[in-house]
């Protein structure tokens, strides 16, 4: 999902950005990705980043900070891409398109689970403000998935349809991530598909 992605940018950045606060992001969303927010460093971040640990500073004043704006590059992704979506025609086929987009990336999310899913996950252990930050995204796709359902004529129904939806993706994800398999994330969504199909 795309908490779940595009997660290409999450494995491969290039190596030379030339926006040094871009570069920081990028680093710090690779990095929490793959081995979490607690045990990410922000002399890691600047490593992988390329950029001198004192220029950190200058963009960000702390680890919670470079998180924020992770969150928020995170929502801009995501927006960008459902107003793509918005410009289909059928509610149907943008419910499915939202389904495609984690079943794409199935063999990624067995291998290190949902960005957003994981870095929630850890950070509500957390006080600040990041916690809540962090779950902007989810908030957002529940609020579009409503939409789409209210759309389609399922107004009553449209918020259980929408937690539904994304439970089920997520619970898919955490289980293909666990086993290292994307088959759970492959039957969810063939059976998310025919429930699509038949509203």
Request: charged share 25%; aromatic share 8%.
């Amino acid at each position: 999902m795309s908490w779940l992605t595009n997660i290409s940018p999450l494995e491969a950045m290039p190596a030379k950005t030339p926006d040094k606060r871009r570069r920081l992001v990028n680093a710090a969303t690779k990095l929490f990705y793959q081995q979490g927010f607690s045990r990410t460093t922000l002399a890691h971040i600047a490593t992988v980043a390329d950029v001198p640990l004192g220029n950190v500073y200058y963009y960000f004043k702390s680890k919670e900070a470079l998180g924020l704006a992770l969150v928020e590059q995170r929502l801009a992704d995501d927006r960008a891409r459902r107003a793509r979506w918005d410009r289909l025609p059928d509610p149907k086929d943008r419910l499915v398109a939202f389904v495609q987009m984690t079943l794409d990336n199935r063999r990624r999310l067995a291998r290190s689970g949902c960005p957003i899913g994981s870095l929630c996950t850890e950070l509500h252990k957390e006080d600040g403000p990041l916690p809540a930050q962090a779950s902007r995204p989810f908030a957002e796709w529940l609020s579009w998935l409503e939409q789409q359902f209210r759309a389609l004529g399922h107004g009553g129904e449209a918020p259980g349809n929408a937690a539904h939806m994304l439970a089920v993706l997520q619970g898919a994800t955490v289980l293909t991530h666990s086993f290292g398999t994307p088959k759970y994330i492959e039957n969810e969504a063939r059976q998310l598909m025919d429930w699509i199909g038949g509203l």
